[in-house]
């Protein structure tokens, strides 16, 4: 046998990389689907198997080759076994085994099983708008939905009689037409999906007037959604099986509903906490008072007590939201605004400039706080 070297047109101290590069060039070009002879093909072969290994190249190199091919080895290529040179061309595999050995399946690519013919319908997302008052109770919301339904005549089969898919015949029910193209290399084959039944494998023989064979239509529908209480803005509330009709009588997709919490006039939300506001005259921070306050459901009772500052918070307890999927409220939370009068009567002035006298402060027009500062310094 010719040196394993020359067969592959590479120098005795070529690299791995230049050994596998040489065999897929003569590989190409020997191979018997390529118009090559076998036989060259086989040594080719039997070189790379040789080489490509460091122990077999050195032991190679060293004693030589008797011409066939070692004692059954792995043959990670799949050129049809690592035995002897018998088999023909067909044990070889055909010249898209060789290029998928390197390029993948880029070349050749194995024919795909077909589609199913029924799929799962999609999930829709609807949005609906609750108020705080809602939040606080929970409550119970219709949303109307436009989506593909099952369709009523064929109940969903896409067929009118009822009958069912049957193989497609343009494809035989493989989902793929192939193609044969004459290329340098030979004849490659390529697939596609069939145009016919949409790369399924069926067709309706009989199609739905209403749906065409899809098995569904559109429909608009009403969809009852229970909103749990504590619900919080932009949460998702899942109603399985509301959503589009799948084809051919698969799984329905589910509905998403989409909440969103409306602004109040008087309150803020803080997760389970409800913020406000009060106004409390000037004598009633000083002197204490008792409110009413009106929250989402009912007045309750709150002490203003004496000597209540500006921004002070007070608190009524429980009279908050619930938090989500139930539990403990949380509180009503209000920040003080202490009101000033503007307009005094006479009598009015009178008295609060005595206040002021009998509290030791500042009579209008006195110096006020910087004339005490310059006589504290003085």
């Known amino acids: 046998m010719s040196d394993l070297y020359e067969i592959l047109g590479v120098s005795r101290d070529a690299s791995e990389a230049e050994i596998k590069k040489a065999y897929r060039a003569r590989a190409r070009t020997v191979h ?11 040594q080719v072969q039997h070189a ?63 024919p795909r099983r077909s589609r199913q013919r029924s799929t799962q319908g999609r999930d829709v997302l609807v949005r609906t708008e609750l108020t705080l008052t809602d939040v606080l109770h929970g409550v119970s919301r219709t949303v109307e939905v436009e989506v593909p339904g099952t369709c009523r005549t064929c109940d969903g089969s896409g067929s009118a009689s009822g009958g069912g898919p049957v193989s497609c015949e343009h494809c035989h029910g493989r989902g793929q037409v192939q193609q044969v193209v004459r ?70 997709g589910d509905l998403y509903v989409e909440i969103h919490v409306a602004d109040h006039e008087v309150w803020a939300r803080d997760g389970r906490h409800l913020l406000g506001e009060v106004v409390v005259p000037v004598s009633q921070a000083a002197l204490g008072a008792r409110l009413t306050i009106p929250t989402l ?42 009101e000033v009068p503007r307009d005094l009567s006479d009598v009015q002035r009178d008295l609060l400039t005595r206040f002021a006298e009998e509290r030791g402060e500042d009579a209008p027009g006195a110096a006020g706080i910087f004339g005490r500062l310059r006589r504290a310094f003085s």
């Open 297 to 338: 459901d009912g007045d309750a009772e709150i002490d203003v007590p004496t000597g209540t500052q500006p921004e002070a918070v007070l608190t009524i307890r429980r009279r908050g939201l619930p938090g989500t999927g139930g539990g403990a409220r949380g509180d009503v939370r209000l920040t003080v605004r202490v």
């Open 183 to 252: 290329t340098a290399f030979g004849q490659l084959a390529t697939a596609a999906p069939c145009a016919a039944c949409q790369g399924t494998g069926s067709v309706v023989a009989d199609p739905c007037p209403d749906c065409s064979g899809e098995g569904r239509v559109l429909d608009t529908r009403a969809v009852d959604v229970e909103v749990p209480p504590g619900i919080s803005h932009g949460d998702r509330l899942r109603v399985t099986g509301a959503g589009e009709a799948g084809r051919n009588g698969g799984r329905a």
């Open 32 to 42: 018997p689907d390529a118009g090559g002879d076998e036989e060259a093909f086989k």
């Open 48 to 110: 790379y198997r040789v080489l490509r290994d460091a122990q077999s190249r050195a032991r190679y190199d060293r004693f030589g080759d008797d011409g066939t091919p070692s004692s059954r080895r792995q043959d990670p290529f799949g050129f049809g076994g690592s035995g002897g040179a018998g088999g023909g061309a067909a044990g070889f595999g055909g010249i898209g085994d060789v290029i998928d050995a390197f390029f993948g399946q880029a070349f050749g690519e194995q």
